[in-house]
């Protein structure tokens, strides 16, 4: 599987990455047999930027982590941080590294606090100053109402922030957020996105793995997405974005006999054909400008009569880069059962990123 | 949210000796796991209430109907319950560690630059002061029933130690069976299925001369009956009961010390070598 270049011009930095891997192939056996989990994996992350791993479930993102960070070892490849050799000297690695994983690897019975000093103990931190510094990151991360109590009565977000401070505790210059924002609320998403980006641009050199193109869009210099434990693409989100197309308007009828009308009028205002689903009351059409194009979409309707369940600006999604670079949906694999997988409106509407009112 | 703060100066690097960053590791995660275990009521009735009922059972239910030579059978039983109850709990070592690789936090643990078997040390160490208190308890409800050590104080807390070193070093076989498990609830059905038949096909409860010619034979050698035989025989318990005719049951004290080294030699470097490769899924 060769990487796909989107954009020529390579970065100067790259060969000096902070973050290295090369060649990294990782396989698990199961039950159905050999699972190439990392299939010759490369990436470089020069120091003080943000790359983002950008694939499905089962893409071999939190493999990928896992062995950067120590915690499985590869079958080949090399690997290293800051020059460090991950396989030959994990305990150097591990002095200047953060992790913070997909579940959040925090101990229920202890409190924020307890959690915190525990790890700058096993810093090795004196009492004095783990104590000081679990107090500075539960402010930091806005626990301290409570920092006292004990973890299992945290929310998720909360849990996913105490996480966070965790692998900050030791001031890493080097993070790596495992899907930090899966499962969490709009809100605490948000809040999440800030606290990385405060950190980043304090200088923390940080690579992390998503499913949402928008996550990697908000907080990565550079996107790698991975497909099948390799990665098939690169380049910054910008990059990744023009290729696939920007944002398109959808509609959704309450009577498909309207249907010849819509289509007509998404044509004249769309910069493509307009795709009519299987459903043939669901079109859509790639916009220039979504907001403009949604309103003189809108307008010509409602002067057409025509009568809609739902009608939005559809952002590209993880299925959108997915479909245009493997010409697969993205969770095709896991679940072949599920109808809507096969159809990339259906898929990501249920990303939180379908069509919106 | 500031990310100032976080841009302290990194004090991992502190001129510490190995061996001191091990211990304090070690210490760390055992408070870790004591303070667990004083926040969880189930497992302090685990640890309590259970032993306690175990003796008040035994001693009253078949105390009347079981008789051993030159002595009463409350004397002879309470090695046997003290070793059951060490050696059941010793598998919540497997248990725990099993949680906590499915929780996640041994990933944590594997990203610190800690000791790699500081996180195996902290569990042993707090099973067996869970182990130890089990211990005293059941102690003190003996003595309420009758129960008196016959010998000196020194044999006293030879057997007290032993029970605890056999109890340790099973907490290793068990911390490794946790790791490869990776599941509590598989960990407890699985030492079901084992440590029942290896505490009741033994001398903890009745004298093996009792039991048909194969379960004889597998009581006189198993390891647990060593451990009550060594126990009962270290508090003045045994009576006048003739101690059977295989060398671990002649040897008691040397088979449980053998036993034990034995089960810590090949059993530590195993968990150990199995931390540093295991990660949640």
């Known amino acids: 599987m060769s990487t796909t270049p989107i954009s020529s011009s390579g970065r100067p930095g790259a060969v000096q990455?902070?973050?290295?891997?090369?060649?990294?192939?990782?396989?698990?056996?199961?039950?159905?047999?050999?699972?190439?989990?990392?299939?010759?994996?490369?990436?470089?992350?020069?120091?003080?930027?943000?790359?983002?791993?950008?694939?499905?479930?089962?893409?071999?993102?939190?493999?990928?982590?896992?062995?950067?960070?120590?915690?499985?070892?590869?079958?080949?490849?090399?690997?290293?941080?800051?020059?460090?050799?991950?396989?030959?000297?994990?305990?150097?690695v591990r002095r200047i590294i953060g992790v913070s994983g997909q579940y959040a690897a925090v101990d229920e019975n202890l409190t924020g606090q307890e959690n915190l000093r525990m790890v700058g103990r096993l810093y090795h931190l004196s009492a004095k100053e783990a104590r000081t510094r679990a107090a500075e990151l539960i402010d930091m991360f806005e626990l301290t109402d409570a920092g006292n109590r004990p973890v299992k009565g945290y929310s998720g977000g909360m849990r996913r922030r105490l996480d966070l401070a965790g692998a900050l505790v030791n001031s890493p210059r080097v993070l790596f957020l495992d899907e930090p924002t899966t499962g969490l609320d709009p809100r605490s998403r948000l809040a999440l996105w800030q606290v990385i980006k405060d950190l980043v641009a304090a200088g923390t050199t940080l690579l992390l793995t998503t499913q949402y193109l928008e996550e990697a869009d908000q907080l990565a210099d550079s996107v790698a997405v991975i497909d099948r434990g390799a990665v098939i693409a690169e380049g910054t989100s910008d990059q990744l974005k023009s290729r696939i197309g920007g944002h398109s308007v959808a509609v959704a009828l309450m009577d498909g006999n309207d249907a010849a009308a819509a289509r007509e009028i998404l044509a004249r205002h769309g910069s493509g054909a307009p795709h009519t689903a299987d459903d043939g009351r669901t079109l859509e059409v790639a916009v220039q400008n979504g907001p403009a194009s949604l309103q003189l979409v809108l307008a010509d309707l409602q002067s057409r009569d025509v009568g809609l369940h739902d009608a939005g600006i559809r952002r590209p999604t993880l299925d959108d880069v997915f479909l245009q670079l493997t010409g697969r949906p993205a969770e095709e694999d896991q679940d072949p059962r599920d109808p809507s997988a096969v159809d990339g409106q259906g898929k990501s509407a249920r990303h939180g990123e379908g069509v919106r009112r | 949210m500031s990310a100032a703060a976080a841009r302290l100066p990194a004090t991992a690097a502190r001129g510490n000796s190995a061996a001191a960053n091990w211990a304090a590791d070690g210490w760390t995660v055992t408070r870790r796991n004591l303070i667990k275990i004083k926040r969880s009521p189930d497992m302090i009735i685990f640890a309590v209430l259970q032993p306690v009922m175990f003796v008040l059972l035994f001693s009253q239910v078949y105390g009347g109907s079981i008789n051993v030579a030159g002595t009463d059978y409350t004397q002879y039983l309470m090695a046997?319950?003290?070793?059951?109850?060490?050696?059941?709990?010793?598998?919540?070592?497997?248990?725990?560690?099993?949680?906590?690789?499915?929780?996640?936090?041994?990933?944590?643990?594997?990203?610190?630059?800690?000791?790699?078997?500081?996180?195996?040390?902290?569990?042993?160490?707090?099973?067996?002061?869970?182990?130890?208190?089990?211990?005293?308890?059941?102690?003190?409800?003996?003595?309420?029933?009758?129960?008196?050590?016959?010998?000196?104080?020194?044999?006293?807390?030879?057997?007290?130690?032993?029970?605890?070193?056999?109890?340790?070093?099973?907490?290793?076989?068990?911390?490794?069976?946790?790791?490869?498990?990776?599941?509590?609830?598989?960990?407890?059905?699985?030492?079901?299925?084992?440590?029942?038949?290896?505490?009741?096909?033994?001398?903890?409860?009745?004298?093996?001369?009792?039991?048909?010619?194969?379960?004889?034979?597998?009581?006189?050698?198993?390891?647990?009956?060593?451990?009550?035989?060594?126990?009962?025989?270290?508090?003045?318990?045994?009576?006048?009961?003739?101690?059977?005719?295989?060398?671990?049951?002649?040897?008691?004290?040397?088979?449980?010390?053998?036993?034990?080294?034995?089960?810590?030699?090949?059993?530590?470097?195993?968990?150990?070598?199995?931390?540093?490769?295991?990660?949640?899924?």
Not at chain 2, 193 to 220: C, W
Not at chain 2, 250 to 256: C, G, M, R
């Open chain 2, 80 to 281: 046997g319950i003290f070793a059951q109850t060490v050696v059941f709990g010793s598998t919540f070592s497997g248990a725990a560690m099993a949680q906590d690789l499915k929780e996640g936090i041994i990933d944590r643990f594997r990203t610190l630059p800690m000791s790699p078997s500081a996180v195996l040390i902290g569990r042993t160490n707090s099973d067996l002061a869970l182990n130890a208190i089990s211990v005293l308890i059941m102690m003190g409800t003996g003595l309420l029933v009758g129960w008196r050590v016959n010998t000196s104080f020194a044999s006293f807390l030879a057997a007290v130690g032993l029970l605890l070193l056999f109890s340790y070093s099973f907490s290793w076989v068990m911390a490794l069976l946790g790791m490869t498990v990776r599941t509590p609830e598989t960990i407890n059905n699985a030492s079901f299925m084992i440590l029942f038949p290896l505490t009741f096909i033994s001398n903890a409860f009745v004298q093996s001369s009792t039991l048909p010619a194969p379960l004889r034979i597998f009581a006189d050698w198993n390891p647990v009956s060593a451990l009550v035989q060594a126990v009962r025989e270290l508090f003045g318990n045994l009576g006048t009961t003739p101690v059977p005719d295989t060398w671990p049951m002649q040897h008691a004290v040397a088979t449980v010390l053998i036993g034990s080294a034995a089960m810590l030699l090949i059993f530590v470097p195993l968990a150990v070598r199995k931390f540093e490769s295991v990660s949640s899924r």
């Open chain 1, 17 to 92: 990455g902070l973050i290295r891997a090369h060649g990294v192939t990782k396989v698990y056996s199961s039950k159905s047999g050999p699972v190439r989990a990392l299939d010759g994996l490369d990436i470089s992350v020069p120091e003080g930027t943000v790359m983002a791993l950008l694939g499905p479930n089962g893409a071999g993102k939190t493999t990928a982590v896992k062995v950067l960070t120590t915690l499985i070892k590869p079958d080949a490849g090399t690997l290293s941080i800051d020059g460090i050799d991950v396989l030959a000297e994990p305990k150097e």
